[in-house]
Every structure is written in C-alpha cells, then in structure tokens.
C-alpha cells in the first residue's frame, strides 16, 4: 500500500514524533511506500530522513494513488480532505489531553480511530461524531531499545526522563534519591531539551521515573520503571500491576495516591535487579512495533474494505485546518506559560523560604553579638582588669622602646 503519515510538527522529539518515525519505518521495512507530512520540520524530520523516509511539507506535494492516510491530529486531517479527499483517512488517537490530537468533529471525514490507551478512547468515543475505534498499543522498536547495560545492585543512577515534571515534586523526588543514595539525572525539555538518542539516556541509568512512552521505552531498555510524573504517580511496573497501569499508558491515573517523600523513599528501597528482565519480557511480548505494524495494516484494510462514508465538502477545511493551527498556538502557549509559572513560583517560595532562614540566622547573630559585647563590657570594667592593665604599662614602653 501507499501510506502517508500526516502531522502537524516534526521539530520536537516527542512521543508522537517518535510514533510516526518508528510505524513508518517498520511500514517500509514490511514493502510499504511510505511519506510523511509535516509543515514543520525539525529534530524529528532529520530522524527520519535518515532512516531513508520521505518527508513532504504539503499534502499536494505527495504523490497520487494513496491508498491511506494515517493522520495524527485534526490540521492534518482536515488539510488532506480539502487537498486529498478521495484519499481514505484514518486516525492515530495520541491524547486525551490536547484538542489539536483530537479527531475533528466532521461527519464522513474519519474511517476509523486507533486508540492506543484507555483514556484517549473513552475520550473519541465520548465526541458528538460517533466514529468506529480500535484499541491497539504503542509500538516500541524493540531492537533500537534493549538492554545495554546490567542493573546495578544496589541501584546508582536514576534517571528523571519527560518534559513536564518540575517544582515541588521533581524536589521531592530529588531528596528521595539522595537519602536513597541515588545520583539523579534530569532530561527532557524542562532540563535543556529534548534527547536524539534517548536509548543511551535510559540506558545509562538503573531507575526511570517518568510516563507514558519514556515508561515503554525504559522497560524495552530493561530498565526498572517508576511511573511519576506532573499528573500523578503510581510507583513501580510489576508484571502483577503492567495490564492495569499499560491500560492508562503509565499515565498515573489508573489507581493515583498521594505522593509523599516518605513513601517515595521507601518505594526505592524496594528496588531489585530482577525489575528489568521482566520489563524487558513485558516490552517484547506485548509492544513490538513488528505486531503493532501487523495489526495496523489488518484494521486499514478490514475499513477499506467496507462501504466509503459520504465525504465532506472540502470547501471550508481548509479554513477550519487554519483555524485548528491557530487555536493549538495559543493552546500550547498557554501550556507552556503555566509550567514557566509552576517554576517561577516554586523557585520564588525557595527563595522565600532562604530569606526567612537568613533573617532567623541574622537575629540569632545579633544576639550573640550582644552578648559577646555585654561579656566583653563586663571583663573590661572589672577591678581585677584594671589592676592588670596597670602592671603591664611599664612592659608595654619597654616594648615600644626596642
């Protein structure tokens, strides 16, 4: 089949980025004529390039016969019906979280929807346009992501991967791991940007904290995986919890608690070598971006297959892709703007925090001085000081003389 792949931006690393370059290759490795489309370049276009994919910044720009287009979020899909409408189209659903991910609310423009967690199909089949949905899980390229080193026992280095975790409980998570005895490492966007090899990142540390794709990429890396992240925390993967905490992809949402550092603290003391074997096993058994490619072109040809919906009229997607793009600028500005927030805030209450420990030291001073001062007034006053000032005069001049 001729596939094309449709995204709003390749200039991140993000989870869906790597989504897109890892089906798209395996696609291609399996005999498929694969493209991707994004308007955006970046970090994430160089990727694929060098895994020899072609990279379009139009959907005119794609070559004609497309047998499907995989789109990522709604700009993508309403440009290709306006420039591509005979071209099938079907729906990679990412999150539950940002509205540019959601299908847009067309009727006839959506064949089908892959979900690939809990939370985001509950959330596609919650919208007015009712729409078929599959359940399929994210796909790891279990060769790109293995073991390369072993476990530490007891454990070294830990590794704080994702691009939200920050303030109070990033500190929190900080002096959990040095009572533990931990060197903590910190990646991602919050921390200068994000990784071109993040499989050498995972693979260099013996504790991941993180969600979602970091949490699949670290048990592919046999590391062990500590689901925590902004929006909650979860604490180990276990082969006994992976079906629960896999259903919400380790989003931290499925069964929350409180975080405290007392119980972070005594989580990693729970810590054992054996965590990224069964990890590991877990990955390839269940993520195999090989099976997921199998079940992906299943669904796309079971639809094609099937009667073709009645297609919108492409007139105003256009206008409605423009306005998509818009509203997601504002959106992830508005996003980001909150986390720069979040820090500012926290880092201000440390400073506070600093300043009440400064005036407390600074008063305990000032006591001690005046108590020094109040000592040294007392001594200098005394009969017995001035007796013995008084003796020591003449040894003074015979001093000063030589």
């Known amino acids: 089949m001729r596939i094309a792949f449709g995204i709003h931006s390749l200039a991140g690393l993000g989870g869906t980025e790597s989504y897109v370059t890892t089906v798209a290759d395996e696609l291609q490795r399996t005999g498929h004529d694969v493209w991707i489309c994004s308007p955006e370049g ?82 596609i089949v919650a919208q007015s346009v009712a729409l078929p949905v599959e359940r399929i899980r994210q796909p790891i390229d279990i060769e790109r992501f293995k073991p390369m080193t072993v476990l530490s026992d007891p454990p070294r280095r830990a590794l ?23 060197e903590l490492e910190v990646a991602g966007a919050l921390a200068g940007g994000a990784e071109m090899s993040p499989e050498e990142v995972l693979s260099g540390a013996d504790i991941v904290f993180g969600k979602a794709r970091v949490i699949h990429e670290a048990m592919a890396c046999g ?39 007392q119980a972070l603290a005594a989580d990693l003391a729970l810590y054992n070598t054996e965590m990224g074997v069964v990890n590991r096993d877990l990955m390839v058994a269940n993520h195999s971006v090989v099976t997921h490619v199998s079940e992906l072109v299943g669904f796309i040809r079971k639809y094609l297959d099937e009667p073709a919906p009645h297609a919108p009229d492409p007139g105003n997607l256009e206008e409605l892709a423009r306005l998509t793009r818009v509203n997601w600028r504002h959106e992830s500005d508005a996003f980001r703007l909150r986390k720069l927030l979040e820090i500012r805030s926290a880092e201000l209450n440390e400073m506070a925090r600093r300043a009440t ?28 000081h001035r007796v013995t000032g008084a003796l020591a005069r003449p040894f003074d001049k015979l001093r000063g003389r030589g």
């Open 42 to 123: 970046g970090a994430s276009a160089e990727v694929a390039q060098r895994l020899g994919l072609r990279v379009a910044e139009r959907p005119e720009q794609l070559p004609e016969g497309l047998d499907a287009a995989l789109l990522q979020d709604a700009p993508s899909a309403l440009e290709f019906a306006a420039v591509r409408p005979a071209c099938p189209q079907f729906f990679v659903a990412h999150s539950d979280t940002f509205d540019l991910q959601m299908p847009p609310q067309v009727s006839g423009l959506i064949r089908a929807v892959f979900a690939l967690y809990r939370r985001a199909y509950d959330r």
């Open 160 to 182: 704080s991967f994702g691009n939200y975790l920050s303030g109070a409980r990033l500190e929190m998570l900080r002096e959990a791991c040095q009572i533990a005895g931990l």
């Open 223 to 261: 590391r062990a995986a500590y689901v925590l992240d902004h929006n909650g925390a979860e604490g180990w993967v276990t082969a006994a919890n992976y079906d629960e905490l896999v259903d919400d992809n380790f989003g931290g949402r499925s069964r929350p608690r409180p975080l405290t550092g």
């Open 357 to 384: 420990i400064a005036e407390q030291e600074r008063e305990w001073l000032a006591e001690r001085l005046e108590y020094a001062q109040a000592t040294l007034d007392e001594i200098v006053g005394s009969r017995r």
